[in-house]
Nanobody, 124 residues
Framework: QVQLVESGGGLVQTGASLRLSCAASGRTFSNYNMGWFRQAPGKERDFVAA???????YYTDSVKGRFTIVRDNAKNTLYLQMNSLKPEDTAVYYC??????????????????WGQGTQVTVSS
């Protein structure tokens, strides 16, 4: 499994931007589709965005046009650029590696590795 460490969360006001980072190690990062999930208090862990090995991106509807997922294979790092943040974006954000090299981690059941999570809080 790949090891994942997130960073970049914080407390911001509505409309602000944050960039989350996820440093990967243990496997060849470029071979894997990667994703981001989030979990708000009292709610299930939900898919946010994913990116394939070839750069195809996927987003949940609520973040389309505001969030951008990017990968830097030379740095073994996954990013989530979050713009125009809203209070409903408040959650712990998790980096996700796939269960196997064939799947895109767009569902919890497709995830094989999780990071420890980073808190994002958006105040109104």
């Amino acid at each position: 499994q790949v090891q994942l460490v997130e960073s970049g969360g914080g407390l911001v006001q509505t409309g602000a931007s944050l960039r989350l980072s996820c440093a990967a190690s243990g496997r060849t990062f470029s071979n894997y589709n990667m994703g981001w999930f989030r979990q708000a208090p009292g709610k299930e862990r939900d898919f946010v965005a994913a990116i394939s090995r070839t750069g195809t991106t996927y987003y949940t509807d609520s973040v389309k046009g505001r969030f951008t997922i990017v990968r830097d294979n030379a740095k073994n790092t996954l990013y989530l650029q979050m713009n125009s943040l809203k209070p409903e974006d408040t959650a712990v954000y998790y980096c996700a590696g796939p269960r196997n090299a064939a799947v895109v981690p767009a569902r919890v059941g497709y995830v094989g590795s999780w990071g420890q999570g980073t808190q994002v809080t958006v105040s109104s």
